[in-house]
């Protein structure tokens, strides 16, 4: 595909600046949302966010450079969600922190379906390969925080980087694919996913 600027022009460094940044972020994420990439053009976001399309393209020099800064956000809310997600399920059993952690997953996906269906499909879409696997990383090392937290009780194979990916993969295609096809999560959705998790994790 041809090369697209897809940096902000140039970063906030004001209060004033940074308010219009965060405004002109809220209203894309809005949008998208609302409208879903058919519907999304940086015309609509400068309207909702009640700034000029000059404004706008100050900082974000196409469409496309908008949506890869709503992909950096909430990539890293769900960093740091994982992350504090781990950390709380010290003391618990691996059951109950799959549990929980698939919870998260669910609620990330389902929260906001169309605006985080978006956002998935962008990711396939953008040459944004590297930032993705960096974020990956991140990903995995919480992951693998929790396997060596439960390590006890895992078959020692299992406490590796290896398996923290798969875990992420049969998450990630479990609750993409149910979200596919519906707009508020399957009832039996966190069963099946611990289920999968555990069949998984406890198998040599």
Same mark, same amino acid.
């Given at each position: ?14 209060? *004033?600046? !940074? ?5 002109? #972020?809220? /209203? @894309?994420?809005?949008?998208? &949302?609302?409208? =879903? $990439? ?34 950096? *956000?909430? !990539? ?5 969600? #994982?992350? /504090? @997600?781990?950390?709380?399920? &010290?003391?618990? =059993? $691996? ?43 991140? #990903?995995? /090392? @919480? ?62």
């Amino acid at each position: 595909m041809p090369r697209v600027q897809l940096r902000a022009r140039k970063l906030p460094s004001q209060a *004033r600046s !940074q308010a219009t940044v965060e405004a002109i #972020l809220a /209203a @894309a994420a809005r949008v998208l &949302a609302e409208r =879903s $990439l058919a519907g999304f053009n940086t015309n609509r976001v400068a309207e909702v966010a009640g700034v000029s399309v000059g404004s706008l393209y100050q900082y974000f020099p196409n469409k496309d450079a908008l949506v890869v800064a709503l992909i950096t *956000r909430e !990539q890293e809310k769900l960093a740091s969600s #994982l992350e /504090a @997600a781990v950390q709380s399920c &010290a003391g618990q =059993s $691996l059951r109950d922190g799959l549990l929980a952690l698939a919870r998260l997953a669910i609620e990330q996906q389902y929260s906001d379906p169309i605006f985080a269906a978006a956002l998935d499909h962008e990711e396939r879409r953008l040459p944004i390969g590297a930032r993705m696997r960096s974020h990956d990383q991140r #990903l995995g /090392a @919480a992951v693998m925080a929790f396997l060596v937290m439960h390590r006890s009780v895992l078959p020692p194979e299992r406490v590796a980087g290896d398996s923290a990916k798969d875990l992420l993969l049969i998450t990630r295609a479990l609750v993409e694919a149910d979200a596919q096809v519906a707009t508020k999560p399957p009832a039996d959705l966190e069963v099946r996913l611990v289920r999968a998790l555990m069949g998984y994790l406890m198998t040599p």
